[in-house]
T-cell receptor, first 111, second 112 residues
Framework: QKEVEQNSGPLSVPEGAIASLNCTYS??????FFWYRQYSGKSPELIMF????GDKEDGRFTAQLNKASQYVSLLIRDSQPSDSATYLC???????????FGKGTLLTVNP | DVKVTQSSRYLVKRTGEKVFLECVQD?????MFWYRQDPGLGLRLIYF???????EKGDIPEGYSVSREKKERFSLILESASTNQTSMYLC???????????FGSGTRLTVV
């Protein structure tokens, strides 16, 4: 059973701080990794993807991947109250096209 | 942008009714998915389809069926709705393993 684990939170950070969201996965053959943001009552929205070890930056967001440790993270710099949402980690195994989702981490950014 | 459209945002149905949830995508994606999402349980895959007329069971297919007669349309059918099928239903489509999914806006179904 392929698993994706996330700390359910809630993770609470002050406005302007760095929020760090973590995810581990069990399938060592996984090839692509995604972060989704889901506001309360809304559907998930893709915000970042990463395929290679290392960091990938997009504006205030940085995705980090370490395949040896089977670990992927999302950093949000200069956190804003509008970043308050549940963040879902999703992993695509090497042999199929299905994503396995974690249960999500609830992030609250306090003004 | 990929658009995934779900036919209803909110739906209330009675126990025992047959319920159809429709999903249409406009990007010629091969893969389409139906999830339900419940508090504390995360996203759970009901069914998916990787081609027209093809379907595969996900993790929780019991009480559901699907239909994919055209590439752009993937329908979820609740054969006889029950109160434990009250949930948020999310449709998604995707173009392959290097691409994430795009989700529809969801249908919040209440079975009374």
């Amino acid at each position: 059973q392929k698993e994706v684990e996330q700390n359910s939170g809630p993770l609470s950070v002050p406005e302007g701080a760095i929020a760090s969201l973590n995810c581990t996965y069990s399938d060592r053959g996984s090839q692509s990794f995604f972060w989704y943001r889901q506001y309360s009552g809304k559907s998930p929205e893709l915000i970042m993807f990463i395929y290679s070890n290392g960091d990938k930056e997009d504006g205030r967001f940085t995705a980090q991947l370490n395949k040896a440790s089977q670990y992927v993270s999302l950093l949000i710099r200069d956190s804003q109250p509008s970043d308050s949402a549940t963040y879902l980690c999703a992993v695509n195994g090497g042999s199929n096209y299905k994503l396995t989702f974690g249960k999500g981490t609830l992030l609250t950014v306090n003004p | 942008d990929v658009k995934v459209t779900q036919s209803s945002r909110y739906l209330v149905k009675r126990t025992g009714e047959k319920v159809f949830l429709e999903c249409v995508q406009d990007m010629d994606h091969e893969n389409m998915f139906w999830y339900r999402q419940d508090p504390g349980l995360g996203l759970r895959l009901i069914y998916f389809s990787y081609d027209v007329k093809m379907k595969e069971k996900g993790d929780i297919p019991e009480g559901y069926s699907v239909s994919r007669e055209k590439k752009e349309r993937f329908s979820l059918i609740l054969e006889s709705a029950s109160t434990n099928q009250t949930s948020m239903y999310l449709c998604a489509s995707g173009g392959g393993r290097l691409y994430g999914y795009t989700f529809g806006s969801g249908t919040r179904l209440t079975v009374v």
